[in-house]
Every structure is written in structure tokens, then in C-alpha cells.
């Protein structure tokens, strides 16, 4: 392909000449459009003067022409009232005899249109045109005066005499103002001839002096087109023609250490392309010679060999012919649209025919290069016969890799779901023995007020024994009352039994006692009801919970942990919503922290000391979550286990005491279970503040 026929600028500078056929020279570029700028610019301004000239002189002739009109109007009614007409006449015929002063006409006008008096007595009693008769001053420029054969100006002044309107008529010539309007045209001629002249001989200057250097450059450049980049333009001036010949000479070197290059770079690329060869990476060059039609132009012994053909038969043979038909659009796309646009291209596989009919699989990538002046494809070749054959290895191995991932993908399936049973049987082992440990505790719960119930009935069995007796005494009475034999034994025996019974006291204490075994018998029921909902189990469903419930049965479950070292102060929100979650593993959470509460804060009490602590648990609405706080005055955490707080199996307290899976436990179930977050501050010395969220959905 050759740079001169498909360089675009090139082709349309050869249009352009051959469109034009002439070239235009600076001289006629520059002179051309000052001569006609020139040339208008001076029309307009003589038409300015002359008419600026014209609109004076006549507003003079004008002027004259109001002075006469006024002088004949004053004589004419002097005349009127003196009855002296021919003085009248007389003047008129002096003012028209003068030549010099230009009065064409002077006529006086009766009230009905005939002329009275005039410097010619042919016109004596011919009418006058009714619009000069208006009883106003009128003036006419450019009238035409058909009896002289010219224009002028007529002013046409009235005269009041009486009740009637004569007028007075004074016709000028305009003969002295056209005359002046000559002279002056010709004298403005005569200068603008001047003038043009002179900037025509100054255009001529600066148009030689510019064209003069240009065409010197004009003529390098053509030497340089033909090869010639050892000569240089003179350098004789430093004005921007010699600037201009300054930046030529620096591109002719520049182009010259192009050239320069250009020649190492190909014989670098000659090497380069005989070495391709010998490392067995196919090289050729092709041009394109139409749409989608590119002919080989160099191939190396690579290409010959990895085609099966002989350098000769590939050399102007199109590449369509050695690449099989299906991939030919891919190839075309890919390749040469891109790399010809200069978008990076990366290689692509295709399929080679070779001189046999047999398919080979080559890798093929492309670039742009010169080759003997013109542009083409620098297109790069190598048999990937062996890649291939490794890549349907490789698949055929990914695809036993991928069967044996399938069983293992199920080995781990089941396995994570005995992982899911084992954690649920952990929680519920947990749970289990939190219950276990709890167990000591609740029994004692329980006790305290069946201790007192027990201490009531007894008292309540005693005091029917001794009320029995009397009501017995009773009886007797009544049915010896009744039969109206009251023996005297009965009656004293009677009041022995009352005194040895203080009834006061056992009508006072009996209610007592019934009260105090309902509310101890209420108490158990609690703490039984408590303990029945906490160990419940609650499968693995989801579903509205009260959380304020939640917590109060937690705290009485595992109130025996907490009532001998610290108060208890709870603030839950009456308005809190219901919580969509797993309610047997959410109390599991509650029971871990507040358990851990009550244990921080025993240490404290028992090592320092110090009076009852504190557990304050609190609810509250943030959003769409529920937020419960459990906060407590124990030692706090030290920072360096705060890390570790939640991992499995982590415990500072000694071996018997915890297994170190509470809060590891209370973590998944909040964040892995349930989507929602446990976190913690604490101040070593002083407390811990455990912060649970909740989402009010199902997370």
C-alpha cells in the first residue's frame, strides 16, 4: 500500500489542484481584496461627500430662493394698495435678465391660479398648478422647469392682501450646483487614483518579500520530496519567514535522523524476522488490497513450514486461502479492523489450512509496520499443535477433577449437616447444663417457700385438731339444747376447751396462714412455669417472641446466681415490639450473659469485699431492631482477652467451673442465627455493658 495513495491529506491536496487547476499568487491574494476593499471604501466616502456637498449647496440656492420669493411678496402688496404695477414688473424682468444669479422664474399668482405678473408676458393669465397654491411657504427641490429644459428649486411664498391669498413664485436653477458637484467628483477621482496606485506599489513590496523566501522554501521542499534531505534553505532574514525557515530546516534534520532510523529499524526488523524464523515463530507481511482482501507480501521459513507451502507460492497468494473459512470473520474483526484503528490487540486462535487440506491450530497476533514504503500487517504465526492437545488433556483432567469436587462437594454437605446437628446438640448440652447448673439454685428457689407453706399447714392441721374438740362440745350442746337436758358436765367441759384454745389467735392467724401458702405456692408455680418455658424446646422455626418476657424469665430462673451479690433494676420498654426469632436459643443468650454477670460480680464481692452490685438489664426500639442492654459492676475485661471474648472454648475461669462456650454460643446465635450483633465495652475495675441487637424481621 503506498503512503502517497492512501495518506488522506495528500489525496485531497492533489484534488484540490486538480479541482482549481491554476495557482492563485500571493501577490493577487493580498492586492485582490485591498483593491476592492479600496475601491468600496472610496465610493462610499465620495457618495458621503458629494452628497454631503450637494445637500449645502442647495440648501443655499434654497435660501436665495426664500430671500427672492419674500422681496417680490412684499412689492406685490405695496403695489396692490398703491395701484404702482409696473415697478413690479419691472424688478421681475431685472432679476430673470442676469444670468449669473440663475433665476429661471418669477411670477406673481392671483387668488384664482392665473399669473398677474412674471418676468415673461407670454405667460400672463395661464394657470399655475393648484398644489403650489396652498397659502403656505413651499419648497420644491429637483423641480423640473419644462419651458428651460432643467431642474431647479421652486419656492412658492404667499401674500396676504385682504381677505384673498396671492402668491409670489421663484424658480433657480441648479445648474452652479451640479457644476460644483463635478469639480469635486473629479478631484476625488484624481486622489483615489493616487492613492491605489500608491497601494498597489506598497502590496507589490510586501507581496515579494514574503513570496520571494516562500518560494525559496518552496523549492527545498520539492528537492526534499525527492529524496534530497541533505539541503538546507538559507536563512536570510528574522522576521516569521525566517522563523518559518528556521523550523523547515529543523524538520528536514529531523526527517533526515528519521530516514536514518527508519533504514536501522528495518534492517533491525530483517533480523529480527530471520531469527523468528529459527525460534519457529512465523512471521509475514501483508497488504491489503481492498475490503477484506490481503495478499502476502514476505513470509519467513516459519510460515513455510508450518503451512506446507514454498515461499514462492505464498508471496501474493490472499490470506483468506490459508485460514479456514468459519474463522476468517473472527480474524478480520479482530485483527486487522483493530490493529489498523491502533486498539491493542491481544492473540487469538485460529484454524490454518495447509497445502495438504489438513487443519492446524495457530496462534495468531498482528501489528502495523512499513514495508518497502508501503503500510501493511506485520502478522505473527505459531503452531500451538501441542498447546492444543495439552488444553483437551487439561480438560479432560478438569473433568475428573470436577466429578471428584461433586463427591466431595456431598462428602461436605452431609458433613455440615452433622456439623449443624452436633451444634444444635451442643446448644441444647449447653442449655442442658446451664439447667444443671442452675438445678442447686432452683431447688432452693423453690424450698424457701415450700419450707413456709409446709410450716402453714402444720399450723392450720393444729389448729383444726383443737378447733375439732370444741365444735365437738359443740354438738353436744346443741342436742341437749335441743332436747332441753343440758347436762352441766358438758357445758364446763366446754369452757375447759376454750381456755385451752386461745380462739382469738386462730381466727386471727388462720387467714394469715392461708395467704402465705397461696403466695407460696404462687412462687413455686413461677418458678416452675419459669423454668418450663426456658427448657422448652423450641424446634428450629422462627416466630414472634416477647423479649421482655424473655428476660424476666430468665432473671427468675436464674435468680438463686445473682439475689446474694447484687440488685437487680430492669427498665424494659412496655411498647417494644415483638421479635421474629428462635425463642429457646435467644433465652439460651440471655441466661449465658446474665449468668457471666452474675459471676463477674461475685468475684468482686467475695475477693474485695464490697457490698451488693449491680445488674441492670434494659430494652429498647433503634429502628428496625430491638436493642438489649445487660450491663453489670464486676471486674470488667481485661484488654488483653477482649479479642478472645468470643471464641469457642475460651474461659479465665478455673476447670470445673465453665467450658468457655457461653458467649461463643451467644455469638452465633445472634450474628450467624439471627443477623444481628453482640458487642461489648467494659471498664476493667468497674463493669461490662453487653449490647445485643435484634432485627424486629426475620433476618
Not at 487547476?21 to 479600496?38: A, C, E, Q, W
Not at 518552496?218 to 525557515?245: C, F, K, M, W, Y
Not at 484454524?351 to 491450530?361: D, E, M, S
Not at 461489648?680 to 441487637?693: A, C, D, K, P, W
Amino acid at each position: 500500500m503506498n503512503r502517497s495513495q492512501d495518506d488522506p491529506r495528500h489525496c485531497s491536496d492533489n484534488n484540490a489542484m486538480k479541482k482549481t487547476g491554476v495557482r492563485i499568487p500571493i501577490f493577487l491574494k493580498f492586492t485582490i481584496p485591498v483593491v476592492l476593499l479600496f475601491m468600496l471604501t472610496s465610493f462610499l466616502g465620495a457618495f458621503l461627500i458629494i452628497r454631503t456637498e450637494r445637500n449645502i449647496l442647495v440648501g443655499n440656492v434654497v435660501h436665495s430662493g426664500e430671500i427672492i420669493a419674500k422681496n417680490v411678496a412684499f412689492l406685490t402688496e405695496s403695489a396692490f394698495w398703491s395701484l404702482n404695477w409696473a415697478n413690479v414688473e419691472q424688478f421681475l424682468r431685472e432679476l430673470a435678465n442676469d444670468p449669473e444669479d440663475g433665476i429661471l422664474v418669477v411670477q406673481v399668482v392671483r387668488p384664482d391660479g392665473a399669473v398677474y405678473l412674471a418676468n415673461d408676458r407670454e405667460v400672463y393669465g395661464q394657470s399655475v398648478e393648484s398644489t403650489l397654491l396652498t397659502g403656505q411657504v413651499q419648497r420644491h427641490v429637483d423641480y423640473f422647469f419644462s419651458e428651460h429644459g432643467q431642474r431647479g428649486v421652486l419656492v412658492a411664498h404667499p401674500v396676504i392682501i385682504g381677505k384673498d391669498t396671492w402668491h409670489a413664485l421663484v424658480g433657480l436653477s441648479l445648474r452652479d450646483v451640479d457644476a460644483a458637484l463635478a469639480t469635486w467628483f473629479q478631484r476625488i477621482l484624481v486622489w483615489g487614483l493616487a492613492i491605489l496606485g500608491m497601494v498597489m506599489a506598497l502590496l507589490l513590496y510586501i507581496s515579494r518579500a514574503i513570496s520571494r523566501p516562500i518560494a525559496a522554501l518552496t523549492r527545498s521542499a520539492e528537492r526534499i520530496a525527492h529524496g534530497n534531505l541533505e539541503l538546507t534553505p538559507p536563512i536570510s532574514s528574522q522576521d516569521e519567514i525566517g522563523v518559518l525557515a528556521m523550523q523547515f530546516n529543523r524538520m528536514v534534520i529531523h526527517l533526515r535522523t528519521a530516514h536514518e532510523e527508519l533504514q536501522a529499524s528495518e534492517r533491525r526488523n530483517r533480523a529480527l524476522i530471520e531469527s523468528a524464523s529459527a525460534a519457529q515463530i512465523g512471521i509475514a507481511l501483508v497488504e491489503n488490497e481492498g475490503p477484506r482482501v490481503a495478499l502476502f507480501r514476505y513470509v519467513n521459513q516459519a510460515v513455510c513450514r508450518i503451512l506446507g507451502y514454498e515461499r514462492a507460492e505464498l508471496l501474493g497468494m490472499p490470506i483468506s486461502m490459508v485460514i479456514h473459512p468459519e474463522d476468517l470473520p473472527k480474524a478480520w474483526r479482530k485483527l486487522s479492523n483493530k490493529t489498523l484503528n491502533g486498539e491493542p490487540v491481544t492473540p487469538i486462535n485460529l484454524r490454518g489450512i495447509c497445502k495438504n487440506g489438513l487443519q492446524v491450530p495457530i496462534e495468531v497476533s498482528t501489528s502495523v509496520t512499513e514495508f518497502e514504503g508501503n503500510v501493511v500487517l506485520a502478522v505473527f504465526v505459531r503452531d500451538i499443535t501441542e498447546k492444543v492437545h495439552a488444553e483437551e488433556l487439561l480438560i479432560r483432567h478438569r473433568d475428573s477433577l470436577e466429578e471428584t469436587v461433586l463427591e466431595r462437594t456431598g462428602e461436605l454437605r452431609n458433613s455440615l449437616d452433622e456439623l449443624k446437628r452436633t451444634q444444635s446438640q451442643l446448644l441444647h448440652a449447653e442449655k442442658l447444663a446451664s439447667i444443671g447448673q442452675l438445678a442447686a439454685g432452683i431447688a432452693h428457689e423453690i424450698n424457701t417457700p415450700a419450707q413456709f407453706v409446709g410450716d402453714n399447714v402444720l399450723f392450720l392441721q393444729n389448729a383444726y385438731r383443737e378447733l375439732h374438740s370444741i365444735l365437738q362440745n359443740y354438738g353436744e350442746l346443741l342436742e341437749q339444747v335441743r332436747a332441753d337436758s343440758v347436762d352441766s358436765q358438758i357445758v364446763k367441759k366446754l369452757e375447759a376447751s376454750l381456755l385451752e384454745t386461745d380462739l382469738e389467735f386462730l381466727l386471727l392467724e388462720t387467714p394469715l396462714a392461708i395467704e402465705q401458702i397461696r403466695d407460696g405456692i404462687g412462687r413455686i408455680s413461677k418458678i416452675v412455669r419459669s423454668m418450663k418455658e426456658f427448657a422448652h424446646p423450641g424446634g428450629q422455626e422462627k416466630k414472634p417472641s416477647n423479649i421482655n418476657k424473655a428476660l424476666e424469665n430468665t432473671t427468675i430462673v436464674t435468680r438463686n446466681e445473682w439475689k446474694y451479690v447484687a440488685e437487680l433494676e430492669m427498665d424494659l420498654d412496655p411498647a417494644l415490639p415483638e421479635v421474629f426469632c428462635l425463642p429457646d436459643e435467644i433465652n439460651q443468650v440471655f441466661l449465658n450473659v446474665l449468668v457471666n454477670a452474675s459471676q463477674a460480680i461475685r468475684e468482686v464481692v467475695e475477693t474485695e469485699g464490697q457490698g451488693m452490685g449491680l445488674i441492670r438489664i434494659s430494652t429498647s426500639r433503634d429502628d428496625d431492631q430491638v436493642e438489649i442492654r445487660i450491663s453489670d459492676t464486676g471486674k470488667g475485661i481485661p484488654d488483653a482477652i477482649r479479642a478472645r471474648i468470643f471464641d469457642p472454648f475460651f474461659t479465665t475461669k478455673v476447670v470445673g467451673q465453665g467450658t468457655g462456650q457461653g458467649l461463643a454460643i451467644a455469638h452465633a446465635v445472634v450474628v450467624e442465627k439471627h443477623h444481628g450483633s453482640i458487642s461489648f465495652t467494659s471498664n476493667e475495675g468497674h463493669g461490662t455493658t453487653f449490647v445485643i441487637r435484634l432485627p424486629i424481621g426475620d433476618g
